[in-house]
């Protein structure tokens, strides 16, 4: 087996204090998840953890940059796919109730926010990343269902809506599937607005 070179075994270790930290926010939230904790269960020292990372919120800041970019990718392959709007609508409600199903992402980002709020330590860095996702999500749906906005809806707007119905607070307390079910209504609704657009809607849109 070739021995690994530094650049890899940094990001071995990066890697697996990544993956320790969600384990373990996911298990005691971010407020009772301690570094010292998160490298442990990684197999590595504090001093590993500060070699990659600058704090608990920098990790966590980088986990979420990693689950947010990994939707817009995943979704930019998924939705690729169809052309159909009312299967595709399907596709992504399906995508949304497997994606709702860990509801452990939704909370610690709510949890991490509010704390971020509380401590005036909320940024640019914060509001970035869910823009971007928000965003990213967004331009997939409008280009793939052709819809024509009216302001102040926007890609922003309308990826924040799926997301939230995806990921949101609300469906950890709704049964199983809600999730979908609820993409399903809104963006079909979407579609049949965008649709029934005057021509000169559509030509300022």
């Known amino acids: 087996m070739a021995r690994l070179t530094r650049e890899q075994s940094q990001a071995r270790t990066k890697e697996k204090l990544l993956a320790s930290a969600y384990e373990v926010m996911a298990r005691y939230g971010y407020a009772g998840a301690s570094i010292e904790r998160i490298a442990e269960e990684a197999g590595y020292s504090k001093g590993a953890f500060y070699s990659n990372f600058a704090n608990k919120e920098d990790i966590f800041l980088q986990l979420l940059a990693g689950n947010a970019g990994g939707d817009v990718v995943q979704l930019t392959e998924l939705l690729g796919k169809h052309d159909d709007p009312m299967g595709l609508i399907d596709v992504l409600a399906a995508w949304a109730n497997d994606r709702g199903d860990d509801r452990r992402w939704g909370m610690l980002a709510i949890e991490l926010l509010r704390m971020a709020q509380h401590d005036h330590t909320l940024g640019d860095r914060h509001v970035k990343l869910f823009r971007d996702q928000w965003e990213g999500v967004g331009k997939i749906l409008i280009d793939k269902l052709n819809l024509v906005l009216q302001p102040p809806a926007s890609p922003f707007y309308i990826g924040g809506i799926v997301l939230e119905l995806t990921y949101g607070g609300i469906s950890s307390f709704l049964k199983d599937g809600a999730s979908g079910d609820m993409v399903r209504v809104v963006l ?18």
């Open 188 to 205: 079909r609704e979407m579609y049949r607005s965008s649709r029934a657009a005057t021509p000169a809607a559509r030509a300022t849109a």
